[in-house]
């Protein structure tokens, strides 16, 4: 902008010179009169008289004409009539011979640049004149079917319908806005076309729906040769990448392979954002997409809900409150709460018949018609599945709703109660969160075969778009509100299918990519986890069984105890084996070798305890105290050790004097790791470098299992601070929780050190390769997990655990070690 700021002022200047165009009142080119007109539509708009601006817009005659008034010294807007001119039609702008000269109608044309009061002269070449025919020869689409006084350009409906589908504009508004444009002075002045203009953009838009669908050249008979069921009558746009038997795939397919392609996902839900208020109704406004659009026939609707009660079933689910704890008080002056809709839960279309009115909060059985509406054109589809935010509820009694309440409509013999016996009704996954543990498990996406990474909360981000048109449709009657509903959906569904192409790709590229990233994870868990194991986890069953109110899932996490060895461990074996079978190797008398090393590897450990202490910030005098008290513990243990290691590896004494000793935190030990391969084989310590490799396998072990277990705690931590209970406790409180999360990632981050730490060692000990690819680089990326004990968070599903969790010889933590932390958060 700062560009612009500085040029305002020229660009005022600018306009307002442009307020008085060049040959203004000189002779015109014609010498007929003197040049007083300007078009302000043309791009070339030169001054030019009177009778120049007749002849030069016989094709454009909705051109503003702005003609100068001595009077008031500036620029008068007029319509082309005013200068006498009649519109003539089906002669190419001549007048027709056998109409009677200069006989004009008035007539009011409505454009984009304005409203027109100007004349207009039908063709008399026919021995009947057809006034509607004419105008729509020429673009102009009559306010009325006989003797019409108004009309509307095309290119107004063409524009209108696009901005007003996109931006959700009301026709009322744009009709303001044409009466400013008209005269921006006085705009009361000019007539308000608001109802003309709306009851033709109705039309228009029914029309355009009946081209965009193919009703208007025959689709249903083409159709019915080569889709099964196929029942017609549709004005929206289909998804033609959803299953469809006879259209898009074959009737016999392998369902064992291909199980997962002809499997039909559809989204189930409620809103509340689209209402109608209770108002004086106009028995002639009937909708006229009627039931070709979303909504059921409005006969069947009604006989539908006077004939079945609302469902009576009590949720099951703990924390479900959707269904039943709707606030009544925001329906109240309403007779017309919200819409229920099914759609395709993949690609997010809204489907033909899926949507149907809501009077009062969420019901089962108007959500029943939805689906009945939409089941009845996919007849032939194999598998369903149906992801609803209440799935756990709604589908208790799904089939025995079906069974009764469709008798005597038209969906009694078409067998819906077969096809929703074999559906499969899931949560979506952020709905999921808010259900008990049992449902979580039961009716998640994540847990179920043959569903893929689909999430279901598509139709979320519809309605947040839907939403927007609430504003205009509370006010509408009803038929112009299933007509305006309609259409905004059907065009959702264009936008989706223009974009359907790259969205796909875009999908399964991703796909790729992540399926070697999970094929890796499952590599890695199974080598891992041992052949045996997998055997045995193959042959479970992974679908869900309900014993009493307890669901029981393989997802669930049941582990043995199954820990490898750490240093400790290690060390023992080593002792053991070297005080049977192993000679000293030193040729002198000391400690053994074994315990020599893992005494050093646990002053390693405390001097990188106390550089860490040593340097935090602020410290205070008791902290201050603290650390000396462990420099002189550290100096003393450094002092005994360095007694053994003169003993046992006596030439190395010389490379340990050259070092200061200010910190012992800092002396080298000068263990086979601290020295090259050359200074090993030189001081006689390569039986020494093997001990200690192994000795370091077992830290590695340590550091990765403890490392592992505090993460958990971790998150336990923060799962506890983060409880909906625990936000109003008090600055005490919350100071201390802030302080227990601050030292656990301070261990966190000492554990990951240790791990690097003794990485390197391993390097400098010459890692082979397989324990390079055990004991991989530790970065801080890794240093995360997921929950194991509770079902997937939302993002978990497309994310791999790191390498932390899965690759190495550290295998996985016993249940009792994951528990210890995680149901602390419970």
Known sequence: MRPFLGRLGSFVRYLLHKEEPKGLLQRCECGLDVRDTQCRDCFHNAPMCRVCFMLTHKQTPFHWARVWSPEKSCFV???????????????????????????????????????????????????????????????????????????????????????????????????TALRRRTNPDFPDRVPNIH?????????????????????????????QEFVPGWRGRNLIQLCLACPQVGFNMEEEVDEDEWKHVETLFLSADGHFGLQRKSKVEDPDDVALTGDMGLFPEE????????????????????????????????????????????????????????????????????????????????????????????????????????????????????????????????????????????????????????????????????????????????????????????????????????????????????????ARRKVDFYKGQCKLNGQARVEKWLKMSVLPTRKGDHVESVYRLKEDKELVPGQGQIYRQMLDAETEE??????????????????????????????????????????????????????GSLKRWREEQEVICPSIMDLMLEQRFDYPEREILFLASDLSPEQREEHQMEYMAECEMKLRRGEANDAIRTLRTELRHLDALWAMKNKKGNHNVGTERNLRSLKDIQNSEDKVRRLATKY?????????????????????????????????????????????????????????LSLEERNEFDMECK
Request: hydrophobic share 40%.
């Open 77 to 175: 807007q007029q319509d082309i009539s005013e200068f006498g001119y009649g519109i003539s039609l089906g002669h190419n702008g001549d007048e027709c011979p056998l109409a009677t000269r200069g006989h004009f109608c008035a007539i009011r044309i409505v454009d984009i640049n304005g409203i027109h009061e100007t004349q207009i002269q039908y063709c008399h070449c026919s021995s009947r004149v057809d006034q509607f025919q004419q105008l729509m020869d020429a673009g102009l689409f009559p306010a009325t079917t006989t003797n019409p006084e108004t009309a509307v350009t095309f290119n107004l409906l063409e524009t209108f319908n696009i901005d007003s589908l996109v931006s959700k504009k009301s026709a009322y508004d744009f009709a």
């Open 195 to 223: 109802p003309q203009f709306l009851r033709v953009l109705r039309v228009w838009r029914a029309l355009q729906m009946f081209k965009q669908s193919g009703q208007g050249h025959g689709i249903d008979d083409a159709m």
């Open 299 to 514: 006969r069947v609707y009604a006989e539908y809900v006077s004939k079945v009660q609302d469902s009576t079933e009590k949720t099951t689910c703990a924390h479900l409150k959707a269904a039943n704890m709707q606030n009544k008080a925001k329906f109240i002056g309403l007779v017309i709460s919200g819409v229920i809709a099914v759609t395709c839960a993949r690609h997010n279309f809204f489907l033909h018949g899926g949507m149907v009115n809501l009077t009062r909060g969420e019901k089962f059985n108007l959500t029943d018609l939805a689906l009945a509406g939409v089941l009845s054109f996919l007849l032939l589809v194999r598998h369903i599945v149906l992801t609803y935010d209440i799935a756990c509820q709604y589908d208790k009694n799904l089939v025995k709703r079906f069974k009764e309440n469709f008798i005597g409509t038209p969906f009694e013999h078409l067998g819906l109660d077969e096809i929703v016996d074999r559906f499969l009704c899931l949560v979506p996954k952020m709905h999921l969160k808010g259900h008990i543990p049992n449902c979580q498990y039961e009716y998640s996406l994540n847990f179920t075969p043959n569903v893929g990474r689909t999430y279901g909360e598509g139709i979320e981000g519809i309605w947040a778009e839907a939403k927007q048109a609430g504003g205009m449709t509370q006010e509408m009657n009803a038929g112009h509100r299933i007509d305006t509903l309609n259409a905004l959906q059907n065009d959702w569904n264009i936008g989706k299918l223009q974009n359907l192409f790259s969205s796909l790709y875009r999908q399964l590229t991703n796909a790729r990519s992540q």
């Open 582 to 635: 192993i000679p000293n190797t030193s040729g002198k008398k000391g400690s053994p070798i074994s315990k020599f090393l893992n005494t050093g590897l646990k002053i390693q450990s405390t001097q990188r305890t106390v550089r860490a202490n040593a340097q935090k910030k602020d410290q205070t005098d008791t902290d201050k105290a603290a650390l000396a008290k462990h420099r002189a513990a550290l100096r």
């Open 756 to 812: 690097r730490e003794c990485r390197v060692a391993m390097v400098a000990l010459g890692m082979s390769a397989a324990d390079a690819a055990a004991y991989p680089i530790l970065k801080d990326e890794d240093l995360c997990q997921k929950n194991v004990v509770q079902p997937h968070a939302l993002g978990e599903g497309s994310t791999t655990e790191s390498w932390l969790w899965v690759f190495g010889t550290v295998g996985s």
